[in-house]
């Protein structure tokens, strides 16, 4: 005889986030790699006839946003979502599911903290 495991009434719910986190990641991952400023044409004099991101236009504005905010920063913001995408969907690590709210404001001060390092390293 077979055991059932016994799961929580909101399991089905942090299996979509984790799934939806891990998909931004990968979203994020993969316009960040292919990023061309020349998408973008107010960004750049002679604009590409063709994007260049593999998320064509949606993920040229969404790498040019992360990349604003960010700096060069950004590329460790895919990792952060899988992170906290394998804790939804897996429940390993528990405690990123369990204390999520102040998982993410470290995470966006862990963030802010290395943009403004890289700013000082660059010598601004």
Request: glycine share 10%; with cysteine.
């Given at each position: 005889?077979?055991?059932?495991?016994?799961?929580?009434?909101?399991?089905?719910i942090?299996?979509v986030?984790?799934?939806?986190?891990?998909?931004?990641?990968?979203?994020?991952?993969?316009?960040?790699?292919?990023?061309?400023?020349?998408?973008?044409?107010?960004?750049?004099?002679?604009?590409?006839?063709?994007?260049?991101?593999?998320?064509?236009?949606?993920?040229?504005?969404?790498?040019?946003?992360?990349?604003l905010?960010?700096?060069?920063?950004?590329?460790?913001?895919?990792?952060?979502?899988?992170?906290?995408?394998?804790?939804?969907?897996?429940n390993?690590?528990?405690?990123?599911r369990?204390?999520?709210?102040w998982?993410?404001?470290?995470?966006?001060?862990?963030?802010?903290s290395?943009?403004?390092?890289?700013?000082?390293?660059?010598?601004?």
């Amino acid at each position: 005889m077979s055991r059932r495991t016994a799961s929580g009434p909101g399991n089905g719910i942090a299996d979509v986030i984790g799934v939806a986190l891990l998909a931004v990641a990968l979203l994020l991952l993969v316009s960040q790699c292919s990023f061309d400023s020349h998408d973008i044409s107010w960004l750049g004099d002679p604009h590409n006839k063709s994007t260049h991101n593999w998320i064509m236009l949606p993920g040229a504005y969404l790498a040019w946003g992360s990349f604003l905010l960010l700096g060069i920063s950004a590329y460790l913001l895919p990792f952060v979502f899988a992170a906290f995408g394998t804790a939804y969907l897996l429940n390993f690590p528990g405690y990123l599911r369990q204390r999520s709210r102040w998982l993410v404001l470290w995470s966006v001060i862990l963030l802010v903290s290395i943009t403004g390092l890289l700013y000082l390293a660059d010598n601004g």
